[in-house]
């Protein structure tokens, strides 16, 4: 099979693993790439030598050279879908969610913890930003879907590890974190030690790995990739970026992530 080249740019195009990709780590999701890359050429798709780190990742998600990335089941479901294409997500058994699934904490202060979700009326919600399906929308549907809210106007962070220190320091009071991240959280983020869990929104599928819409023929061969890559990891790298395989989905499985949010009822604040 020949090389998979990028229309107007350099072969191998561009990848990013924006997602999960904390600087404490970073060495291990080289290796991680490097691994993906190598199964990659192994089946004639060319691949970059490196990731790309941008400071927005988003542009790269449709940039028609994207071997491969990692976006939010959310702008997926609401702005990718049928403009890239689905790989799948990864297995991440340490959470204990279904294979390829995941959901999110939610998370306060040791010392100020929730009995229920009731609790939270008059506590303030820090969330990374309003695209984010973990961070925002899943613990909007749990609240709305409970009869509750969360009245104060929320803090946005920019990010789930951002979120975990505003909630540690007292900016705000509870915030929802991506599973993954909240395990990557508690081994690198100090703020985290600060926090317990006091609920879990349902689970969805977890965060999608796409290619450009060039590559939709070939989505089998770079799922195969992929699932031989992350086999191959030696231990040492596994333990630290935490897939242990890929679970095939198709853009049907993200379209409920698109239905509309009963953001007023969970966040009355939200407007102020």
Not at 3 to 10: D, L, S
Not at 55 to 69: A, C, G, M, R, T
Not at 102 to 128: E, I
Request: with cysteine; proline share 10%; aromatic share 8%.
């Amino acid at each position: 099979m020949p090389e998979t080249k990028a229309k107007g740019g350099a072969p191998g195009g561009v990848a990013s693993l924006p997602m999960y990709d904390w600087p404490e780590i970073r060495a291990w999701t080289d290796a991680l790439w490097l691994a993906l890359r190598t199964q990659l050429q192994q089946r004639g798709i060319a691949a970059p030598d490196h990731l790309e780190r941008p400071e927005d990742p988003e542009p790269l998600w449709l940039d028609p050279s994207l071997v491969l990335s990692q976006t939010c089941g959310h702008p997926y479901a609401n702005q990718l879908a049928g403009k890239v294409t689905l790989i799948g997500a990864p297995t991440y058994p340490g959470i204990g969610a279904k294979p390829g699934h995941y959901f999110s904490v939610l998370v306060a202060r040791k010392m100020d913890q929730p009995s229920n979700l009731g609790d939270l009326s008059n506590k303030r919600f820090a969330f990374n930003m309003a695209q984010s399906q973990s961070g925002f929308a899943a613990p909007v549907r749990l609240l709305a879907d409970a009869g509750c809210h969360s009245r104060p106007k929320p803090f946005a962070t920019g990010a789930h590890r951002a979120s975990i220190q505003a909630v540690a320091q007292g900016q705000a009071d509870w915030a929802a974190i991506d599973a993954v991240t909240w395990e990557l959280a508690k081994r690198h983020e100090p703020a985290a030690q600060e926090l317990d869990v006091f609920a879990v929104t349902p689970e969805t599928p977890g965060l999608p790995l796409i290619s450009s819409v060039r590559f939709y023929s070939q989505a089998s061969i770079i799922a195969d990739a992929i699932d031989a890559a992350i086999d191959d990891l030696s231990s040492d790298v596994r333990d630290h970026v935490l897939p242990s395989g890929l679970k095939r989905f198709t853009p049907a499985d993200y379209a409920p992530l698109a239905r509309p949010l009963p953001i007023a009822a969970a966040l009355p604040g939200m407007a102020g």
